[in-house]
């Protein structure tokens, strides 16, 4: 029964998450915290944490993580299921119509509109970003060395990322 | 059923979903380099209206390309191939350190590399802004939007929603002004 509960609570978590991870930190915090008592808030605070330091979406990293501590290995399977169960079910639907309708000269003018909104919203996040990790001389020199790299080499930003990380060791460490 | 791929599907967003730290944006570049750049999936303008929108549905930017994505090159079985791709790296990650190493967080080697990713991961977001918005800049109508939907998200805090809507009504509005003008010259001849 917690199973199907997992499920539930996660999947309108999901559903209800638009526009970036941080958005739903809100939602989890009462959905679990307050409607379900899964967690407590210091321990919310720590898989945060654990959420930031490790691959993947904020969503995603949470309801594994709160799916396991409340119900175990399948507990972390169906709040993850949960919360990706927007996502699946919207972008199949979103995929064929478009699809169907991407040549028709109204959504052609749409998706005009669009394109300058989503470069907006990326410069947004940047600024954002940069403002919570560019704090100091040693991180604005990893930033600034990052992104001449990424502009000027065809380096993979994968092999950019894993060399930060060595950076941050010598450095820090 | 085509299952090499459906398997290239898979193995691409496990990449994607393995290195994504930081929110979604950061892993824009990546995505771009396998999905634009390495395979051709997609062109430069496609990518943009997938990630429009990725982003105007719920779910995390990531999870929701990897669907669209999967879903427009192989459909329904391509979509659940990319998003178990794109879902299973932090799945497996977290629920590693659920198990054993709850302390994580506090080690000084984990603590001392994400001092290092982090501002790592402004300069990917930085470089997406170059990278994807080159086809956008070519026109100075593009430049005017891109700098007012700017400002209302930074100083007046609109939402990421509301830009998007905002974004797809000026484009119908525009389209419908041009559709305007063009009629009663063609009433004329």
């Given at each position: 029964m917690i199973l199907f509960e997992l499920y539930l609570a996660f999947l309108k978590i999901g559903l209800f998450s638009?526009?970036?991870?941080?958005?739903m930190l809100p939602l989890i915090q009462k959905e679990i915290?307050?409607?379900?008592?899964?967690?407590?808030l210091p321990e919310f605070v720590d898989i945060l944490a654990v959420a930031e330091m490790t691959p993947g979406p904020v969503a995603i990293n949470s309801a594994t993580f709160i799916g396991f501590r409340t119900g175990g290995f399948l507990g972390a399977v169906l709040a993850t299921a949960g919360v990706v169960t927007p996502s699946l079910v919207l972008m199949v639907i979103a995929a064929s119509l478009l699809a169907r309708f991407y040549e028709n000269n109204w959504v052609k003018a749409a998706f005009s509109g669009l394109r300058p909104a989503v470069v907006a919203l990326i410069i947004g996040a940047a600024v954002f970003v940069g403002r919570a990790s560019l704090l100091d001389p040693t991180s604005i020199a990893i930033g600034t060395v990052v992104f001449i790299i990424l502009l000027k080499t065809r380096l993979h930003p994968i092999v950019v990322l894993l060399l930060s990380a060595a950076a941050g060791i010598i450095i820090y460490l | 059923m085509n299952n090499k791929a459906h398997w290239e599907l898979f193995i691409t967003f496990f990449k994607i979903g393995a290195t994504?730290?930081?929110?979604?944006?950061?892993m824009l570049p990546i995505i771009k380099r396998e999905v634009v750049e390495n395979r051709d999936w997609l062109n430069d303008e496609e990518f943009i209206d997938v990630l429009a929108v990725a982003q105007s549905s719920p779910g995390a930017v990531a999870v929701n390309s990897a669907v669209f994505i999967g879903q427009k090159l192989q459909g329904f079985p391509g979509a659940i191939a990319a998003l178990l791709g794109a879902v299973l790296p932090s799945f497996i990650v977290i629920l590693t350190i659920a198990m054993f190493f709850t302390r994580f967080t506090e080690h000084p080697v984990a603590v001392a590399a994400f001092a290092g990713i982090r501002p790592a991961i402004a300069a990917l977001i930085a470089a997406a802004v170059i990278k994807i918005g080159k086809p956008v800049f070519t026109r100075r109508r593009n430049v005017i939007l891109m700098v007012s939907f700017l400002l209302l998200s930074l100083f007046?805090?609109?939402?990421p929603v509301a830009i998007i809507l905002l974004g797809a009504g000026l484009g119908l509005l525009f389209h419908w002004l041009a559709c305007r003008q063009v009629a009663p010259e063609e009433e004329k001849q």
């Open positions: 638009i526009g970036g991870g941080y958005v915290i307050e409607n379900h008592g899964w967690l407590t | 994504t730290f930081g929110g979604g944006y950061a007046l805090d609109f939402h």
